[in-house]
Each structure stands twice: as structure tokens, then as C-alpha cells.
């Protein structure tokens, strides 16, 4: 009996195949449902705010107020309106149709003459915490340009200390740059972890696992041969993500297609035997997409960095995220996106994410070894 | 070569075998032997233990005390060496639905590194036998129960091997397809082949060379069939079921 058959493992390959080609539901999720949510989420993953609707009341009404106003109205960010009573405003803030109030008081230009200051009001929706965030940060922006225009200095003042903010790698810190490399750890979660473990549920829950046992097969050969075909869907669908990226939502790269596309294959390899841990702990399909949205899915959106930045998670959370390969994934793709560091630079994370596929992937083929007692 | 080693004598023997499940006791000192050339029927009602001796024997299972030898006329064999001699028909549905005839005789022919020649006489022989060469391309899930278990049987035959594990084989499945399903097996134990089939269907049992029957694990005759009915006093296998039961109570 021979250690190990290719031709026993090209047989299992091209059998699951046929069962990919022949099941709608398998190609879907494979290559339709990537497109649908790069288009879904790149569309609707919009940090930057823009057109904040603002309500304001000018009780000076005068040139400096006018200039105030002026200033909110010039830049894309705000748009004014003008209402006549305060609680006006406070209906259109409740009834969201107003992000924001401006209520500029009666002496405004004088005490900006004289004492040069001058006090407004401003009152924001806290209830909506991420635009208020964002509207905070423009806010500084508009003072600074508000003062000077006030004044009738140019722009360009001789403050003794100019700060000149360049953001490097994202100049418009345009958030969807950001959010592709994490959509893509999210497709082979869903493409690698999710059909994986169905597959092998399914060899189970049908009886055909025990036929295959009884032939000369060897584990590894039903292995390698079942979860070839995935990875190369997986790896589809991290294209169909790529070129999305790329050309529908003109999404720079930088980077090395080598250095990411090495990253991928090996993030795929590790998801890939996360599915087949899933399908050794239970044998039934119901319950591995169960177990698949838990520990593959869920860690795969909030603990990679995706949505909420790793550095600011408390320790613990921090800890936890180190123990999912999409935090490594995510890191690399993002940087070979924009930053383009070389092979040196991410040595780390390279490091973690080979670790991890290396347990995993003996994990999953000794406990699969193991189950068949 | 291969018809010579066919001639050889194969044997079973399984000695004080016992495997419990946590609280549940599956087979309980069970001890027995399979003889080349015969056709052997393991009677029981569903829980008596007859799929966990099949898996026991193809070693998907490991005993928890007694155990089973190999033989090769009357030599010892390591399971690794014996295991490309069975074939095993499981209880279950155990072919993919969405492959054809065709496919499942290919897949396996891979499978049991079958050469294409030898494939090619073999597959004929056995779609003649089983009549299924007109629904070559219909995909397994659209057979009829008698058709979908006689392709089983040919993928399991598909090897030509020298023992055939059947495990309720002919459960479910119509009288005239049952009738069929025997003939084939008695052609194969003509053919040289050990042949273990398990059976709920009483009146099955009399048609095996030999019987081994079993109640909760525990085993509770074995011999030609007409032999333990005599033994017994009893017409049939379904009476000599129902007075156990009876002198239990």
C-alpha cells in the first residue's frame, strides 16, 4: 500500500469538482457572493462624512456672522440652512434632518473686534457618535479659516507655530482604501472556513466518509484532494475582491503582488484547516456553520482590525485577536495596499501567520486522523 | 497470480471482542470465525451490534479488550496488508447523489488503482450482472432503493476483492431486488469470496452458508442455519428471536 497516491488524491479532487459545478448554492457563495459584498460594503463603508446638514441662527446678522457661516457653507463638508426659531432646530436635530446648530449670539462682531474672540453655540446629534467624531475634526478646521477671514488676514498668517498636516499612504484618508484589505479576510473566511467545513460535514452526514475510509485512500489523500478545489475558489474570490478594489473603487496598490499574494495563499491555508477543525468537532452541517460564524466570521470582522483599530483595544482583546490569522492577513494586505513595505519590514506578522497555519493545519489533520475512531 | 492467491484460504478470527460507547455496551465477549468460501449472515434486530463488528473488523474502530486475527492460510497477516482485500458496503446511503453510474465506477476504479483494462472487463461484467447499463449516466440520487444498493455492491465488486463486509445490504429494498441482490451474492461466494453480510430480515438467514446471531451486543449462536433451528426446536429465525424474549421475561 502506497504512503501517498496522487492518483487517489486527483480522483477525490475531480470529484469535488463535479460537486462544486453541479451545485448552484456552492459556485454562489463562492464567486457571486464576493462581488456582492465588495459592492455592498465598499459602497456602504463611508467614515468620511460629508453634506452634514446644519441649522443655524444668526441673531447678529452681521458682515463677521455672515463671513461665519460663509466659511461652514464654502467647504464640502457642511451645508447651511437658516431657521428662524431655536426650537426649529431642535425638531430638525430630533427628527435627524439637521446633524448639527449654529446659533450665533447678538454681539458677535463686536466682541470679535474687541476682545478678538467671539462666542457661538454649537449644538450635534450625539446620539450618532461617528459623524459627531468626524464633525469635531472639522470644526478646528473652520475656526482657524473663520478667524482669519473675520479678520480679513490672509489665510497664510505668521502664526509663530504652523502646523502642515500630510497624511502619508492615504492622503484623503479615504476610508475605503482601508476597509478593502479587511473585506478580502472576510471573503475567505466565508469562502474557506464556511464551504470546508460544509463539504467534509457532508462526506460525513451522507455516509459516503466511511465508504471512502474503506478504500486504500489515506487521510491525507482525502484532504488534500477535498480542500484543493476551495482553495483555489478562495483564491478567486480574493481576486474578484482585488479587482474590485482596483478598478471600481480605484483603490491604489503599491505594494508587491508577490509579498500579498503569498500572504493570501497563506491566510487560505490557514482558514482553510480553521474549516476542517470545525468539521473534526461536529459532523453535522447545521451545526459547523454555526460553529463557522463564531470562531471564523465574527473574529474575522471585529477582531482583525477591519472595524475597529487593534491598538486601541484593551490588552485582553488585543491578546485574543493575535490568536486569529486574519489580524496578520489584514495588516499585510493593508500595508502592501498602501504603505508597500518590503519582505523585511513584515516579518513579523509573516512570522505569527505561518505559526498559526502550522497549528492549525495539525490540529485539524490529527483530530481528523483521530475522529475516524 | 491474482486467481492463485484467490485460491488461498482467508480467514477471521475474532477472539473475546469488546467495545462500549461511554455507558453503552455495543458488543460484549463476542468471539467468532469467517471461513473463505462461505456466505455468512450476522442476524440480529437493530442495537445488537452488527455495524460496530463491521467497523471493528475494518479496524475504523479499536476494541476495548479481545481481538482479531488476520489469516492468510492459517498465517497471520498485519491489517495494512489485509486491508486491500475488503471491500465494505456501508449501512447508510453512502454514494454521492449528484454522480452518475459511470462516475461512481470511475471514482472508485481511481480509488482501488483498478488498470484500465482490467476496469474495462470488470465494469462490463458487473453492469451485465446488475442490469444497470442503461442508466449509465443517471446520477445516483435518482436510482431506485434496489438500484442505488446494487450500485454500492458494484463499486464494493469493482476491486475483485477477497472478503465482502455488507452491512444490511438488502434493507430496504424490494423482494424481486432482493432476490437479485442474493444471486449476486452467491455468484461472488462462487467466485472464492468471504462474504459477511448483516441482516435484520429473519427470513434472510437462511439463505447464508452460516449464521451468526445477536441479541444486545451478546452473541448468541453460531453455525449453519438448519443446525441452531434444530438445536432450538424452533420452524424459523423470527421464533427463535421471540422465545428468547419469551425466556427473558
Not at chain 1, 479678520?151 to 498636516?165: M, V
Not at chain 1, 482553510?272 to 470582522?301: D, F, K, N, R, W
Not at chain 2, 461512481?104 to 476504479?109: D, G, P, R, T, Y
Request: hydrophobic letters at 45%.
Amino acid at each position: 500500500m502506497t504512503v501517498f497516491s496522487l492518483r487517489r488524491t486527483k480522483a477525490v479532487c475531480l470529484k469535488e469538482f463535479k460537486h462544486i459545478f453541479r451545485d448552484p448554492f456552492t459556485l454562489m457563495m463562492a464567486l457571486l457572493l464576493p462581488l456582492l459584498i465588495v459592492l455592498i460594503l465598499g459602497n456602504a463603508i463611508e467614515f468620511n462624512v460629508k453634506s452634514i446638514e446644519l441649522a443655524y441662527m444668526d441673531h447678529d446678522k452681521t458682515q463677521s456672522s455672515r463671513k461665519l457661516i460663509e466659511t461652514f457653507g464654502s467647504s464640502d463638508y457642511f451645508r447651511p440652512y437658516h431657521i428662524e426659531t431655536p426650537t426649529k432646530g431642535q425638531d430638525d436635530l430630533a427628527a435627524e434632518r439637521a446633524k448639527m446648530m449654529l446659533v450665533i449670539p447678538p454681539n458677535f462682531e463686536k466682541e470679535m473686534m474687541t476682545a478678538r474672540t467671539g462666542n457661538v453655540q454649537i449644538m450635534l446629534d450625539g446620539a450618532d457618535n461617528s459623524s459627531v467624531s468626524a464633525i469635531m475634526n472639522y470644526l478646528n478646521t473652520v475656526n482657524n479659516l473663520a478667524f482669519y477671514k473675520i479678520q480679513g488676514l490672509p489665510a497664510t498668517d505668521n502664526k509663530p507655530l504652523k502646523i502642515k498636516t500630510r497624511y502619508l499612504f492615504n492622503p484623503e484618508l479615504n476610508s475605503r482604501w482601508f476597509a478593502v484589505p479587511g473585506i478580502t479576510a472576510l471573503i475567505v473566511a466565508l469562502v474557506a472556513i464556511m464551504l470546508t467545513a460544509l463539504t467534509i460535514c457532508k462526506e460525513w452526514e451522507q455516509g459516503s466518509m466511511e465508504m471512502l475510509l474503506s478504500t486504500p485512500i489515506r487521510a491525507t489523500e482525502i484532504l488534500i484532494g477535498k480542500l484543493l478545489p476551495y482553495a483555489g475558489l478562495s483564491f478567486c474570490g480574493f481576486w474578484i475582491v482585488f479587482l474590485a478594489a482596483r478598478f471600481i473603487f480605484n483603490v491604489p496598490f503599491n505594494g508587491s503582488y508577490l509579498i500579498l499574494i503569498g500572504a493570501t495563499l497563506l491566510f487560505i491555508l490557514g482558514y482553510l484547516a480553521m474549516g476542517l477543525c470545525i468539521s473534526v468537532i461536529s459532523h453535522e452541517q447545521q451545526v459547523a456553520v454555526q460553529y463557522a460564524a463564531v470562531i471564523g466570521l465574527l473574529p474575522t470582522a471585529l477582531l482583525s482590525g477591519f472595524i475597529f483599530p487593534i491598538e486601541y483595544m484593551p490588552p485582553v482583546f488585543q491578546g485574543i485577536s493575535a490568536l486569529f490569522p486574519a489580524r496578520f492577513y489584514v495588516e499585510i494586505a493593508r500595508d502592501q495596499f498602501l504603505k508597500a513595505s518590503s519582505f523585511s519590514d513584515l516579518w513579523v506578522p509573516f512570522t505569527a501567520l505561518s505559526i498559526q497555519i502550522i497549528v492549525l493545519m495539525l490540529i485539524g489533520i490529527f483530530k481528523f486522523k483521530r475522529t475516524l475512531e | 497470480m491474482k486467481a492463485l492467491l484467490s485460491m488461498n484460504k482467508t480467514t477471521i478470527d475474532i477472539t473475546h471482542l469488546k467495545k462500549t460507547f461511554g455507558d453503552i455496551t455495543a458488543l460484549n465477549d463476542v468471539s467468532m470465525r469467517f471461513e473463505t468460501g462461505r456466505l455468512y449472515g450476522i442476524i440480529g434486530p437493530a442495537g445488537a451490534g452488527k455495524t460496530t463488528l463491521f467497523r471493528l473488523i475494518l479496524q475504523m474502530l479499536i476494541p476495548d479488550a479481545g481481538q482479531i486475527v488476520y489469516l492468510q492460510n492459517n498465517r497471520p497477516q498485519k491489517f495494512d496488508t489485509f486491508r486491500d482485500k475488503i471491500a465494505y458496503m456501508p449501512q447508510t446511503q453512502s454514494l454521492y447523489a449528484d454522480l452518475s453510474v459511470d462516475e461512481h465506477l470511475s471514482f472508485f476504479k481511481e480509488l482501488y488503482g483498478i488498470n484500465q483494462k482490467t476496469y474495462a472487463m470488470k465494469r462490463d461484467e458487473l453492469l451485465h450482472m446488475t442490469r444497470l447499463d442503461k442508466f449509465l449516466d443517471r446520477p445516483a440520487g435518482k436510482l431506485s432503493g434496489g438500484m442505488y444498493k446494487k450500485l454500492g455492491l458494484m463499486c464494493a465488486l469493482l476491486r475483485s476483492p477477497e472478503i465482502m463486509l455488507l452491512d444490511e445490504p438488502t434493507n430496504g429494498v424490494d423482494p424481486i431486488s432482493r432476490r437479485e441482490f442474493w444471486s449476486m451474492l452467491q455468484t461472488a461466494v462462487n467466485q472464492g469470496i468471504l462474504v459477511i453480510m448483516s441482516t435484520a430480515y429473519m427470513d434472510e438467514a437462511e439463505r447464508c452458508g452460516a449464521v451468526v446471531l445477536m441479541e444486545s451486543g451478546q452473541m448468541l449462536g453460531a453455525g449453519e442455519p438448519q443446525k441452531l433451528l434444530e438445536t432450538a426446536h424452533v420452524a424459523n429465525f423470527d421464533d427463535y428471536f421471540l422465545n428468547r424474549g419469551k425466556e427473558d421475561k
